[in-house]
């Protein structure tokens, strides 16, 4: 906050227009000069200065603005801003405080930003929403335009019937080159954005596609099935929008049509949609393999403890099972202090080692790089990788344990668990997300859990099952 600071108001009049408040130099993110002089204008309440400092901003920039200020001051700035508010500003914010947003915003306002939005990214919008939001989301949308909307979200969730946009740029599989170009010059409802014209038959049945390159470099007399693309696919409203986002990704694909149980086309995917998905997939593996759920920055302090509250009570008792076989060999410890000392080495190794093994197959996975296939060699690549760092571990160990502790029989006892440890780690690593992954359990999800209790359990057992029988 800056007001009543006459500093920030003469950085606000010396500077009277930012060309950009994007930072390239911080990989551009907002500059902290821009988002003073916009909270400066909020606070002296002036409209047209706000309006000239949001104007070169980005939609996606605008609302990583709302995302960083309080709620306070985003609700005094998106009153002030008015009827500026854009609908693609709506998109892309995080659903973390989406509904906060469009509750703020004027009812004739958030009217007219839906309106301008494609039908993909409203359903995007008000899929997540409560009853009442989303009704407000509807209730400002032209009938034909609800409808279409109501329909997608008649789909099941994450299909592609959900992420497709229901404008789609068709025409008849007879056309020309100059048929088509007339037909687009005259439309007034052509989407936005688009890469294809979509060639059906007369039962509505996609044929093919053509790229807006190719019409506008053809003849004009030249039929438009002569330009039809290779590699031509369409998708099936009730398909996965991971396995539509992977196809894209796959075949290198910019758009392909949606089509219903009958074969018609209903819809269209674009690139941008897709790629979001996959996005989204690498995001949320993340974040589960770290054990925070789908969290963001926005979200409430109760709601990010109750969503990482069940993870660390699952590495409670993994703990807890790790301190019982410590307990085995209290004994061992205590004729032996430096195995307390050492310990946690080897179990520490043994889990960034499963972890580093662990990172790459739940990746692999998500990527389908990893089938039953090449499985086998996965795993045995990872064993003898787990091999040779623990080979090379147990000499530098072995030598610590020698070194510090004088003790020969020691640095056996650590090298050759550290050995132990990282092959199993290595196996671990793989293993258990490809099984969870057969029985149909998100590997991301409880791999992690899983892959620390063995490496723990493994290490300790090892190490001090082995001083139990060479020190004893």
């Not at 009217?111 to 929403?129: G, I, N, Q, T």
């Not at 004088?406 to 293993?431: D, K, Q, R, T, W």
């Not at 859990?449 to 359990?457: E, G, I, K, N, S």
């Amino acid at each position: 906050m800056v007001s009543g600071n006459t500093n920030g108001q003469n950085m606000v009049e010396d500077d009277t227009h930012i060309e950009d408040g994007a930072d390239h130099d911080d990989g551009y993110a907002l500059s902290a000069k821009a988002l003073s002089a916009i909270l400066y204008a909020v606070d002296t309440g002036d409209r047209d200065k706000l309006i000239e400092l949001m104007e070169p901003l980005h939609a996606a920039d605008i609302a990583d603005l709302l995302e960083q200020v309080n709620a306070f001051d985003r609700r005094r700035l998106i009153l002030l801003y008015g009827e500026e508010f854009d609908g693609e500003i709506l998109s892309e914010l995080d659903e973390g405080i989406r509904e906060e947003v469009i509750h703020v915003i004027r009812p004739d306002v958030l009217a007219d930003a839906v309106r301008d939005m494609e039908s993909d990214d409203v359903v995007d919008l008000v899929e997540d929403l409560e009853d009442d939001a989303q009704e407000a989301i509807l209730a400002s949308l032209e009938d034909a335009d609800r409808v279409a909307v109501e329909k997608s979200l008649s789909y099941p969730e994450f299909s592609a019937g959900r992420l497709m946009q229901r404008e789609v740029v068709m025409g008849p599989e007879h056309w020309t080159v100059g048929q088509a170009i007339d037909y687009m010059r005259k439309s007034e409802t052509l989407p936005d954005d688009f890469y294809h014209m979509v060639l059906i038959d007369p039962k509505m049945r996609a044929v093919g596609h053509v790229t807006l390159g190719k019409i506008l470099g053809a003849p004009r007399k030249q039929p438009l099935v002569e330009l039809l693309e290779p590699g031509f696919r369409t998708f099936r409203v009730d398909e996965s929008e991971a396995d539509v986002a992977y196809a894209f990704n796959q075949y290198h694909m910019i758009s392909a049509p949606v089509v219903d149980e009958n074969d018609r086309v209903v819809g269209v995917i674009t690139i941008d949609d897709a790629m979001n998905v996959l996005d989204e997939e690498h995001e949320e593996d993340i974040m589960r393999l770290a054990g925070v759920g789908e969290g963001s920055l926005a979200d409430r302090v109760s709601d990010t403890v109750r969503q990482r509250f069940p993870w660390l009570a699952v590495n409670l008792v993994t703990a807890i099972l790790a301190s019982l076989v410590i307990a085995q060999f209290e004994d061992t410890i205590a004729q032996f202090v430096a195995l307390a000392v050492l310990m946690p080495i080897v179990a520490s190794m043994g889990g960034n080692a499963g972890t580093q093994a662990l990172t790459v197959a739940v990746r692999a996975i998500a990527t389908r790089d990893l089938t039953g296939a090449n499985v086998w060699r996965v795993i045995r690549r990872e064993i003898l990788v787990g091999l040779a760092n623990g080979l090379v571990f147990a000499v530098i160990m072995g030598a610590v344990g020698v070194l510090w502790f004088s003790s020969p029989a020691l640095g056996v006892v650590i090298g050759a668990s550290m050995v132990i440890n990282l092959v199993i780690a290595g196996l671990a690593g793989i293993g258990i997300p490809v099984v969870l992954d057969r029985l149909g359990v998100d590997p991301a999800l409880a791999s992690g859990a899983f892959v620390t209790t063995v490496t723990d359990v493994v290490g300790f057992f090892a190490f001090l099952a082995l001083a139990g029988v060479v020190l004893l």
